[in-house]
């Protein structure tokens, strides 16, 4: 089973959620986590990648698109010379599935879903690639979220299979009631708000273990 977690913009709180997920999930079995692409990190540091990997409980896997400047995936890598070629990546993770051999794999992707790799290509796109997949989107449980889960909603190619609100940002005004008014509203439900102090992601995990396709995955 893979899961490729989206955002609805940068920093607002993937990583921070996929190892909560990743940490919840180990409960039901091993699980594999990857960032693919991943810019702001050089060959000393494992960055996010590592991040979500410690938190599966796996050693990174520390793919060929690791770019150095902290900026636009597409950017970083023009002036490194690597092309973000989307079937190169999905078989990369490809082949990182097949060695590790885990029920379900968690795939971070690199800034909003929008964010280019490279001139009419996107997150999005390699989300669609790596289909079937299910698809988390993340938000940040912070003022701005209504318009930003309603713009990307509206652009995304499909409707994603769960949304998640991330606490990963300081708290504002809103924090705590914008789950709350994404329904009230009729925007999107909220599947779970993954709290502050990184606790896990229980409710999610719980969903994503009894999901048939997870069913399956495990015989």
Not at 28 to 40: D, H, M, N, R, Y
């Amino acid at each position: 089973m893979r899961v490729v977690i989206l955002g609805t913009g940068t920093d607002v709180g993937k990583t921070y959620v996929s190892c909560c997920l990743a940490r919840s999930l180990r409960s039901f079995g091993t699980v594999l986590a990857l960032k693919p692409i991943e810019s702001g990190v050089d060959a000393q540091t494992s960055g996010d990648a590592g991040a979500i990997a410690s938190a599966a409980g796996h050693a990174p896997a520390l793919s060929p698109w690791r770019l150095q400047r902290a900026v636009s995936p597409h950017l970083a890598a023009r002036e490194q010379g690597i092309t973000l070629d989307v079937s190169a990546i999905v078989k990369w993770i490809e082949g990182e599935e097949q060695r590790a051999s885990a029920p379900i794999t968690l795939v971070e992707s690199a800034g909003g879903a929008f964010s280019p790799l490279a001139p009419g290509v996107c997150n999005v796109d390699l989300a669609s690639a790596l289909s079937p997949a299910l698809w988390l989107l993340v938000a940040p449980d912070s003022l701005g979220v209504l318009h930003d889960v309603t713009a990307t909603l509206r652009a995304l190619p499909r409707a994603p299979d769960a949304l998640l609100l991330s606490s990963a940002r300081p708290s504002d005004g809103s924090s705590g009631s914008n789950a709350a008014e994404l329904s009230r509203l009729g925007i999107a439900e909220v599947l779970e708000v993954v709290p502050r102090d990184a606790s896990g992601c229980a409710s999610t995990a719980r969903w994503l273990a009894e999901h048939p396709t997870y069913k399956s995955s495990t015989g």
